[in-house]
């Protein structure tokens, strides 16, 4: 991602130019009959469009901070403002700016992009303050356990910095999409057995459902369940696994199977209440289907 930054920031217009010179060949392709060279005058044209596409979000990135700042201006407590503003400088990788934004708490989604903010930046020490701050001022906020995972995981790997920063690098790849980078990360981390491996296998578990790929999804997941059996986020793992098969798959009874084995195996966990509440809708939408029938 770093890379296409400093090529649509420095070489994209050149290339751009360059790719102009061919087309003022003005080639018929019609009339072409060499199918070769027909060939690489499409793919030529496509890579035009790409390299155009790619410096035209170069310059919306600047457009879009201005944009957001002049908002902001006129209306200080607008959330969305504040919230663009902040993924735009998280997409720009410019970490420093965002950990300056004076509104963070204006909302819990704000809070808890900043608190990611300074894990990305590796403000580890800084983080449980801002954790407690969140769970203090938005008791009730879905963000809320999400952050403590963080903070835990902060916590409990105070003797493997290292790969906690290896984390936060791919935590970060894969919040500004650069899911290639992320999965290689995700990969070197995984292949270990501490506490930063459980989430990086969470992790490569979100990549591949933001990528679509529903089988490697499961295949993650069901290598951590095995390897985990014990980790506090195993229920998790669990749980976002019977999800994919009943909302991705439609498999109903694959997700019935997964979702009482984790209401059995882990009562007490947060995830069997929203299991039981699942099994709830499948139940109510089967004898729906039974009626209709």
Not at 2 to 11: C, G, V
Not at 154 to 178: C, M, P, R, S, W
Not at 191 to 199: C, G, P, Q
Not at 248 to 276: C, G, H, V
Request: some cysteine.
């Amino acid at each position: 991602m770093r890379q296409i930054r400093q090529i649509t920031s420095r070489k994209l217009p050149e290339v751009i130019q360059q790719l102009l010179l061919i087309f003022k060949l003005r080639v018929n392709l019609k009339k072409e009959t060499n199918f070769s060279f027909r060939l690489l005058c499409l793919r030529t044209f496509g890579l035009l469009f790409v390299c155009t596409l790619l410096l035209a979000q170069s310059k919306n990135l600047s457009d879009s901070i201005d944009y957001y700042q002049s908002l902001i201006k006129k209306t200080p407590n607008n959330e969305q403002a504040w919230l663009g503003l902040q993924k735009t400088l998280i997409q720009n990788g410019d970490l420093k700016t965002a950990q300056k934004l004076s509104k963070y708490d204006l909302t819990d989604r704000l809070f808890w992009g900043h608190i990611k903010v300074l894990f990305f930046a590796q403000q580890f020490d800084t983080l449980p303050r801002f954790i407690s701050e969140l769970a203090i001022k938005f008791p009730k906020s879905p963000y809320l356990n999400d952050a403590l995972e963080l903070g835990i995981l902060v916590a409990e790997t105070k003797n493997t910095q290292n790969e906690l920063k290896a984390y936060a690098h791919a935590y970060f790849d894969y919040e500004i999409g650069d899911f290639d980078n992320a999965i290689k990360e995700c990969k070197q981390l995984i292949v270990k057995s501490n506490k930063v491996s459980e989430y990086a296998y969470l992790l490569l578990n979100k990549i591949y459902q933001a990528k679509v790929e529903v089988n490697q999804s499961i295949a993650t997941l069901n290598e951590f369940v095995q390897k985990f059996p014990q980790s506090v986020l195993n229920p998790k793992a669990r749980y976002e696994m019977a999800i994919i098969y009943l909302e991705s798959l439609k498999d109903t009874i694959t997700a019935r199977t997964l979702l009482e084995e984790l209401i059995n195996d882990f009562p007490s966990s947060m995830q069997s209440y929203f299991a039981r509440a699942k099994l709830a809708i499948i139940d109510a939408n089967e004898k729906k289907g039974n009626k209709i029938r």
